[in-house]
T-cell receptor
Framework: AQTVTQSQPEMSVQEAETVTLSCTYD???????LFWYKQPPSRQMILVIR??????QNATENRFSVNFQKAAKSFSLKISDSQLGDAAMYFC??????????????FGKGTHLIIQP | NAGVTQTPKFRILKIGQSMTLQCAQD?????MYWYRQDPGMGLKLIYY???????DKGEVPNGYNVSRSTTEDFPLRLELAAPSQTSVYFC????????????FGPGTRLTVL
């Protein structure tokens, strides 16, 4: 079974600065997807960014980028120019590609990101 | 499109009571999911369905049942509620293409006293 580990329960960053959230995972699969989800106090789960394991290029979405290290099974999220609206819980998640990935996402425990004004 | 909708938003149950959490999606997605999120934790998969009439257990299925009679609806049944089932429950759906993202409902906060 796959596992996802987020070792930082809480991170704090000054507004406009850059912060990196860590995620490691364990799987025996060679093809899979990795995701970062944001959960603000409203509880809504919002997809931030996704990475396909077969792609070597790191995904980027505006101020959000990832550092995907497949051999190390590491998938960190970098938030540049942090904004107050970035304050939320961030969850790293894994989904295998085999079987269509029908059996859902495996989540880490999350990192609470605090933005200091 | 309403996306994924869940009812109720909040519910308090007494130990031993039963209830059904409703989930519906209007995106014609074949895959649907139920997750629970305990305080300070990530989401854990309870049950999932790959289409009408087909369901399977996830990581934490004990104490729950599901059915999928239509593509749109995927209710979650709690029988004999226990305090350990106090959690926030999320329903989600996804189209079958590999790359597609999972869309989540707003969640139901359930307290069992």
């Amino acid at each position: 079974a796959q596992t996802v580990t987020q070792s930082q329960p809480e991170m704090s960053v000054q507004e406009a600065e850059t912060v990196t959230l860590s995620c490691t995972y364990d799987t025996s699969e060679s093809d899979y997807y990795l995701f970062w989800y944001k959960q603000p106090p409203s509880r809504q789960m919002i997809l931030v960014i996704r990475q396909e394991a077969y792609k070597q290029q790191n995904a980027t979405e505006n101020r959000f980028s990832v550092n995907f290290q497949k051999a190390a099974k590491s998938f960190s999220l970098k938030i540049s120019d942090s904004q107050l609206g970035d304050a939320a819980m961030y969850f790293c998640a894994y989904r295998r590609r085999s079987g269509g990935g029908a059996d859902g996402l495996t989540f880490g425990k999350g990192t609470h990101l605090i933005i200091q004004p | 499109n309403a996306g994924v909708t869940q009812t109720p938003k909040f519910r308090i149950l007494k130990i031993g009571q039963s209830m059904t959490l409703q989930c519906a999606q209007d995106m014609n997605h074949n895959y649907m999911y139920w997750y629970r999120q305990d305080p300070g934790m990530g989401l854990k998969l309870i049950y999932y369905s790959v289409g009408a009439g087909i369901t399977d257990k996830g990581e934490v299925p004990n104490g729950y049942n599901v059915s999928r009679s239509t593509t749109e609806d995927f209710p979650l049944r709690l029988e004999l509620a226990a305090p350990s089932q106090t959690s926030v429950y999320f329903c989600a759906s996804r189209a079958t293409d590999y790359y597609n993202e999972q869309f989540f409902g707003p969640g139901t906060r359930l307290t069992v006293l």
